[in-house]
């Protein structure tokens, strides 16, 4: 558009629809939704149809059919080499096309067709002057200009809508540093910005003024911002920037720029900052400024402004107690920065988990074997019986170790490795279960309910499932809870060891592992020690709540 001096130009995208880009004013354009109605039609020549010598027949153009009169006077016409010919008092042409097929065109008395009623000699001297532009404007009305063949084009009447987009090299400087641009404002400041010098927002009445080459708001009588071409703002996108700040960056560009220098440094005001990061403010809430070192460098398509400020990252090993630790960790946090409460809970869900998921494993393989080797007895009950013992000879923890090692070597992930470790614990744990369940069995099968199952023909499935395991439950709920501590205690011993649940997953016993040196051990005990307590009063907890149950199902406590 610059480039040829255009202040509008209308557009289709991959869909079709119509869109006017227009020049609003410096540095602004606007892209608008639109539509166009077809007003006449500029065509030298109007195509009737094609004659295909082949077939001996005229296929008309869509749209048009002018009868067998016609056909017979044109298809002489090409027999007798003519270039035109006339029917009904009006003129055509003929052209030769390859593949011995003929266009037929008629000439029209005014090359404009028009759709209602004739816009006149000026509108049809704009059109014929703008045919190759695209568009044009006439008697205050847009139009445009599409190129159907050389022949022909249509003219269209353009109705503009709604603007969707402004494109703009104006960003707003607002007075007041605490203020934050919001882009509806933004946008509403365009859009008065390239109509009447006025806009409403949130309720607010402002205008736009030009004063000393430059554009500025109101709202009312106070100055509330001001276009400019120079945006700064922050890295990280957060919070607003003083208008002062700004000004003293634009002068210190334009002096790089004169100067031809890369960087520069300058002294302005900037945030002071606190201790721990946040800003300073006064007694009365303001920002406090100070002098401050400001170092600009050119990065070509942009400008990085630099100056030294507190970033608070983590706080590693922050104690109980301390500044930070007050106001964000209780607890304080560990070697890598974590919240020593958060990780805790955290870690006790883990432990929690593994207790949980390793007893219900062994009991359920213990049940099936168990319950199998009771009720069968014989050959099964000694095999089965002999598979025990030989869970009973292995050494849990080597194995365990060695396991351990094995997943170190192959790297495999935290939450893969949790749940090998789970399923390998509850592998390992099951024989107990089945002793256990084979000895209630053996002395529940001889009693008359199990009969009856027998005489009235049940499944031995059922028999076994849904009669004999019902009647061992009370024991295995008292055996299962009394095991929940010992399973607790054996993940976190493997994860002290550093072969059980690895970083970055929590459990207990990975918890004491983090500081298992002798220096972290004496520097952070408020780490380990309540990890320790923790573990502790879950193991006794536990083993209280197995006795309990043992008391409550035994029959000879009842008495």
């Known amino acids: ?196 010098g006025e806009f409403s927002y949130d309720n607010d009445e402002f205008t736009i003024r030009e004063e000393n080459d430059k554009l500025n708001i109101y709202l009312g009588d106070e100055l509330y911002g001001e276009f400019s071409r120079f945006s700064v703002h922050r890295a990280d996108g957060s919070g607003a920037l003083p208008i002062e700040f700004k000004k003293d960056i634009e002068d210190a560009v334009n002096e790089m720029l004169a100067k031809g220098k890369d960087t520069i440094t300058i002294v302005t005001k900037v945030e002071k900052q606190n201790a721990d990061e946040s800003i300073a403010r006064d007694e009365s809430g303001r920002i406090i400024y100070e002098d401050t070192e400001v170092t600009i460098i050119n990065k070509i398509y942009h400008y990085e402004i630099r100056c030294d400020r507190i970033n608070y990252l983590i ?109 390998i614990l509850g592998f390992l744990g099951w024989s107990g279960v089945a002793r256990l369940v084979r000895g209630q069995i053996l002395s529940l099968r001889e009693q008359e309910f199990m009969l009856a199952t027998e005489v009235g023909g049940l499944k031995v499935s059922r028999r076994i499932f849904r009669h004999l395991v019902p009647n061992v439950m009370p024991q295995l709920i008292v055996n299962a809870t009394a095991g929940l501590g010992g399973v607790i205690l054996t993940e976190s011993v493997l994860s002290f060891l550093g072969l059980g649940v690895k970083h970055p997953l929590a459990s207990w016993g990975s918890m004491i592992n983090s500081v298992s040196d002798a220096s972290n051990m004496i520097e952070l005990t408020y780490i380990w020690i309540p990890v320790g307590i923790f573990i502790c009063l879950t193991v006794i907890a536990f083993n209280f709540v197995g006795d309990g149950l043992r008391d409550a199902f035994d029959p000879k406590m009842k008495r």
């Open 315 to 423: 706080d590693t090993k922050a104690k109980p107690g301390s500044p930070k630790s007050q106001q964000y960790h209780l607890l304080g946090t560990d070697v890598d920065g974590y919240d020593v409460l958060s990780r805790m809970m955290y870690g006790g869900r883990v432990s929690l988990l593994v207790g949980f998921v390793v007893v219900i494993i062994e009991t359920i393989i213990g049940v099936i074997l168990g319950g199998i080797s009771g009720y069968f007895s014989g050959w099964i009950d000694t095999l089965i019986m002999r598979l025990v013992d030989i869970f009973n000879c292995i050494p849990t923890m080597p194995i365990l170790i060695i396991i351990g090692a094995y997943f170190d070597k192959a790297q495999l992930d935290a939450t893969s490795r949790l749940m090998w470790m789970m399923a």
């Open 1 to 196: 558009m610059v480039p040829n001096d255009l202040t509008f130009k209308f557009i289709n995208d991959k869909d079709g629809n119509l869109f006017l880009l227009k020049y609003e004013t410096n540095n602004v354009y606007s892209l608008s939704d639109s539509s166009s109605l077809n007003v006449a039609t500029l065509a030298n020549y109007i195509a009737i149809g094609e004659y295909d010598a082949f077939q001996k027949d005229i296929i008309f153009a869509e749209g048009i059919t002018l009868g067998e009169d016609f056909k017979s006077a044109a298809i002489a016409a090409i027999d007798d080499s003519l270039s035109e010919f006339e029917f009904d008092g009006k003129t055509y042409l003929i052209n030769s096309l390859p593949g011995k097929k003929y266009s037929i065109k008629l000439i029209p008395e005014s090359p404009f067709q028009y759709a209602s009623q004739s816009l006149g000699e000026e509108f049809e001297a704009a059109v014929l002057a703008n045919k190759d532009s695209g568009m044009f404007e006439f008697d205050g009305e847009n139009y445009k200009i599409d190129k159907i063949d050389n022949d022909t084009y249509n003219i269209g009447l353009i109705t503009i809508g709604n603007i969707r987009y402004i494109h703009t090299l104006y960003t707003v400087n607002l007075m007041n540093e605490e203020m934050r641009l919001k882009t509806d404002f933004l946008i509403a400041a365009h859009l008065g910005l390239i109509s009447d």
